[in-house]
């Protein structure tokens, strides 16, 4: 190749990426804006400007000199940025970003919860805007309050768990030794046996009811429901309470059947009413009544327990669907109570859509309501459209 052959394909291949990279490029970015622009009206940088004001974390950039070049509405709600202030501790991490080139993390929460407003707890990053201009940091502040709270139930759940487990274990062992050493007596082994024996089903019942509970809390989902007659709900959880409140010298009175359908769970909704039922039999004096009635409610089937028991508490009525809560904890611990069937009840209602509510006075007693949403079966139609009415539309099944 000559020297004037490799001037003009030099010159060729110069104007040929100055097309690309000086026309051709820019031509097609502005093109690409103007089309999307006419399909949306908006800029770029406008939609970049909504995506920050919209975002759920709170986004500020900050300069070496300590001026805020931007910050969204959150930065502020989460207290990342105060009166176009960058946060003090954020700033600090941000002026070792700026050293380092490293990316921050630190606790932003509030050590003094603000009048009127709830304590949150505030995650934040911060990192270089860019890698290669170490000019600018850019901090995303998150709500971290729900990932803290469940840290702290977590906490609280093994805690309260190893301390129950002690109790039972505790005395299982304690009594063993007694009986070993009351071998020759068959009075004292049968007594010591006896209590043994309580204490193993006390601490088989709260092993099971932890399972249940860790069940319904996680994110199993809950197999698939079944059209249930409430007055089949009812009275399974009568026939398991039988024996407890013949022991007790507790009287179950139940209204009139109802014929109410509910869509759920038939075990996890006898459980919960069991569990609702064995509560009154346990807190209700010998010789009183327990009552139990249906109804419906605003499209719940409601299911109400009743006792004439000592009451609960105003201050003690929001605690008593807490695990391990216990009102009376002396006789709690006399009937054999886990702490968890209140529990158990308030997420099987959640489960089911549907919620557990409370009255009580002291003195008078308490009632309990389990609410369901009703299920209403949609009306049959035959090919030709023609709706077929069933036996308990027309009431002809009353009848016969």
Known sequence: MSVVQAVLLAVTVGFAGYLVGGVLVPMITTRYEERRKAQTGLTMSQVLDLIILASESGIAVVDQHHDVVLANPRAEQLGLVRSRQIEERAWAAAQRVLDTGHPEELDLTSKTPQRGRDNIAVRVTARLLSKED????????????????????RRDFVANVSHELKTPIGAMGLLAEALLESADDPDSVRHFGERLQGESVRL???????????RLQGAEKLPDLDVLEVDDV???????????????DITITTDHASEHQVLGDRTLLVTALS???????????????VTISRSLRDGDVAIAVTDRGEGIAKADQERVFERFFRVDKARARATGGTGLGLA?????????????????????????????????????????????????????????
Not at 137 to 147: G, P, T
Not at 236 to 246: G, Q, Y
Not at 275 to 289: D, E, R, V
Not at 347 to 374: C, E, M, Q, Y
Request: glycine residues 6%; charged residues 25%.
């Open 344 to 400: 158990i009840v308030k997420h099987v209602a959640a489960n089911h859509n549907g919620s557990i509510d409370l009255w009580s006075k002291p003195g008078t007693g308490s009632t309990f309501t389990l609410r369901i949403p009703a299920h209403v079966e949609k009306p049959d139609t035959d090919t030709h459209g023609v709706r077929a009415i069933g036996k308990r539309e027309t009431g002809m099944e009353a009848k016969r």
């Open 275 to 289: 569990n609702l039922i064995q509560n009154a039999i346990a807190y209700s004096p010998k010789g009183t009544p």
């Open 204 to 214: 088989g019942r709260m092993v099971t009811e932890l399972i249940a509970l860790s």
């Open 134 to 153: 170490h000019n600018f940091v850019v901090l995303f502040a998150d709500d971290d309050s729900e990932q803290v709270r469940m840290e702290a139930t």
């Open 234 to 248: 009812v009275a399974e959880a009568l026939k398991r309470c039988k024996v407890s409140a013949e022991a007790a």
